[in-house]
């Protein structure tokens, strides 16, 4: 049973920065798993927010976040970073690591339930 643990949120003005770290418990390889990033505001649908497979080499983004958002992985740490610059306060929500042990494609992301193991969350604030 991996387990996934999220650090790195806090509250920012918009225009800011964060850097969210998800490191999973030894015994699983992120290099070898798809990894993803969701995010759920108040009131909202959790939603992918970013996404990294195929050992690392493709990498997914929400059209919101696209060049803003960079997800990375170091696999030496087991761990999977999600750099946020240029917040903007719809960007504020509870973000989630996920983690699906089978393969992924750009249309994973977009489903909560193909992945099988999650985080316990951090929460991002952005002001205006």
């Known amino acids: 049973q991996v387990q996934l643990v999220e650090s790195g949120g806090g509250s920012v003005q918009a225009g800011g920065s964060l850097r969210l770290s998800c490191a999973a418990s030894s015994g699983y390889n992120v290099r070898s798993d798809c990894m993803a990033w969701f995010r759920q505001a108040p009131g909202k649908e959790r939603e992918g927010v970013a996404g990294i497979y195929n050992g690392g080499g493709t990498t997914y983004y929400l059209d919101s976040v696209e060049g803003r958002f960079t997800i990375s992985q170091d696999n030496n740490k087991n761990t999977v970073y999600l750099q946020m610059n240029n917040l903007r306060p719809e960007d504020a929500a509870m973000y989630y690591c996920?983690?699906?042990?089978?393969?992924?494609?750009?249309?994973?992301?977009?489903?909560?339930?193909?992945?099988?193991?999650w985080g316990q969350g951090t929460q991002v604030t952005v002001s205006s």
């Open positions: 996920a983690l699906r042990n089978l393969r992924c494609g750009p249309a994973t992301f977009k489903m909560t339930s193909l992945f099988g193991y």
